[in-house]
T-cell receptor
Framework: NAGVMQNPRHLVRRRGQEARLRCSPM?????VYWYRQLPEEGLKFMVY????????ESGMPKERFSAEFPKEGPSILRIQQVVRGDSAAYFC????????????FGPGTRLTVT | GENVEQHPSTLSVQEGDSAVIKCTYS??????FPWYKQELGKRPQLIID???NVGEKKDQRIAVTLNKTAKHFSLHITETQPEDSAVYFC??????????WGAGTKLIIKP
């Protein structure tokens, strides 16, 4: 039973380019959460999705950032026109259902904007 | 406040001694409190969690206590070992399903 998969593990983008981060939840999990972690800091909630639905995007910047979790395929976090401040580790987590259940984390994608 | 307050930010203990990390939350409706361990460059991993209907939970050398009245919860690690060195995060799960994280505690185990 594979864990949460994220790719790429490392992504380098120049300012103004687009970044696409992918997350495949654990088998049987239909809830996905995206977090951002800056160096030496905790994780900041960005967005919570179920299949084909955004449940809560209150932690996501209103501009340049978007997320989706289609019926088929991985969840995608998309950052348009990246800026240096977007450099961070982006983790996704999945859980089997909503409520107070453990979230299983992927290995993260480390985005560097040059 | 909006966030979970976590103290201390850095904790250095002698190998074999105990370590205690404390968190304070603000949303009285929160009812799930996990603790995660994150080693350098790796993903956070759940080490223990507690739900609001219990006051204490123990798993070998790790225990968590919860005081709902004071809105405090704490992580206790006994007989610390070098492999316990990591950053530890507390979190609260709010009623809207957001997981709100503390800023982390860097635990250093001195040999």
């Amino acid at each position: 039973n594979a864990g949460v998969m994220q790719n790429p593990r490392h992504l380098v983008r120049r300012r103004g380019q687009e970044a696409r981060l992918r997350c495949s939840p654990m088998k049987g999990h239909s809830h996905v959460y995206w977090y951002r972690q800056l160096p030496e800091e905790g994780l900041k909630f960005m967005v919570y999705l179920q299949k084909e639905n955004i449940i809560d995007e209150s932690g996501m910047p209103k501009e340049r950032f978007s997320a989706e979790f289609p019926k088929e395929g991985p969840s995608i976090l998309r950052i348009q026109q990246v800026v240096r401040g977007d450099s961070a580790a982006y983790f996704c987590a999945s859980s089997p259902r909503k409520g107070n259940y453990e979230q299983y984390f992927g290995p993260g994608t480390r985005l560097t904007v040059t | 406040g909006e966030n979970v307050e976590q103290h201390p930010s850095t904790l250095s203990v002698q190998e074999g001694d105990s370590a205690v990390i404390k968190c304070t939350y603000s949303d009285s409706a929160s009812n799930y409190f996990p603790w995660y361990k994150q080693e350098l460059g790796k993903r956070p991993q759940l080490i223990i969690d507690i739900r609001s209907n219990v006051g204490e939970k123990k798993d070998q050398r790790i225990a968590v206590t919860l005081n709902k009245t004071a809105k405090h919860f704490s992580l206790h690690i006994t007989e610390t070992q070098p492999e316990d060195s990591a950053v530890y995060f507390c979190a609260e799960k709010r009623s809207n399903y957001q997981l709100i994280w503390g800023a982390g505690t860097k635990l250093i185990i001195k040999p």
